[in-house]
């Protein structure tokens, strides 16, 4: 499965580039190509300042329209055509330099909403050399367990049980808006990063039958995810 991936420094531009169709691909049934964007250093890939901005408002654009045919137009380029986007960002960065990229407008807007945001902490122990015994048997155990992820294809549902599980706590436990303004994007979309929580939790299961139903014991699981990390 080619997943599109790109890691370098990009623009919003570039992105519509890479996954503009050809005028002859254009038709019903033709989807845009995958895009994989693998940022080690976020500040380097999107810079900051306007041209952070600009990237960011393309991805959040694009990342809305989905089913829907983008079409973008430029002086050089002509006419972008895009179907079904399927876009990817994986981000590594420091807090100091993440704020350097993403400003309070970029979430009272909603950007960070739409993102898992993973925090990692020191563990406190200095480790002098890391101990790297152990690598002969896990490059074969990851090599499965990737070659398992890019086999997954196909529209994720839920079951019926998650569902009413799901609404209960959508539309009774959590319907008082936050204190905070700049939590309410968050709050908006909390089912959708639930969701995300719940299909990433359906899938560590393996492709067995009816993997791609969530079931109970996912959305329970991503909803204390969710409360714990973004408990407003």
Not at 95 to 122: A, C, M, N
Not at 201 to 207: A, E, P
Request: with cysteine; proline share 4%; net charge negative.
């Amino acid at each position: 499965m080619d997943l599109g991936l790109y890691s370098g420094r990009l623009t919003g531009a570039v992105v519509y580039d890479l996954i503009t169709l050809k005028e002859k691909e254009r038709d019903e049934w033709t989807v845009s190509p995958p895009l994989w964007i693998l940022s080690d250093e976020l500040s380097e890939s999107i810079r900051t300042g306007e041209l952070a901005k600009e990237f960011i408002k393309t991805m959040t654009a694009l990342w809305e329209k989905h089913g829907i045919v983008r079409r973008e137009m430029t002086r050089i380029h002509g006419e972008h055509v895009i179907i079904n986007p399927s876009l990817n960002w994986l981000g590594g960065s420091t807090v100091t330099w993440l704020k350097e990229v993403v400003d309070f407008s970029d979430i009272e807007s909603g950007f960070f909403g739409r993102t898992i945001v993973i925090h990692g902490r020191r563990s406190g122990v200095p480790i002098y050399a890391p101990d790297t015994s152990l690598y002969p048997i896990l490059l074969p155990y990851i090599k499965q367990k990737l070659e398992v992820i890019w086999g997954y294809e196909g529209e994720m549902m839920i079951s019926d049980e998650a569902a009413a599980y799901e609404k209960h706590w959508y539309e009774v436990e959590t319907k008082m808006e936050p204190g905070k303004s700049f939590l309410f994007p968050t709050w908006k979309r909390r089912l959708d990063i639930v969701h995300k929580f719940a299909m990433l939790l359906q899938c560590s299961k393996g492709r067995v039958e009816g993997w791609n139903v969530i079931e109970l014991s996912a959305s329970k699981q991503a909803v204390v995810l969710y409360d714990d990390l973004l408990k407003h």
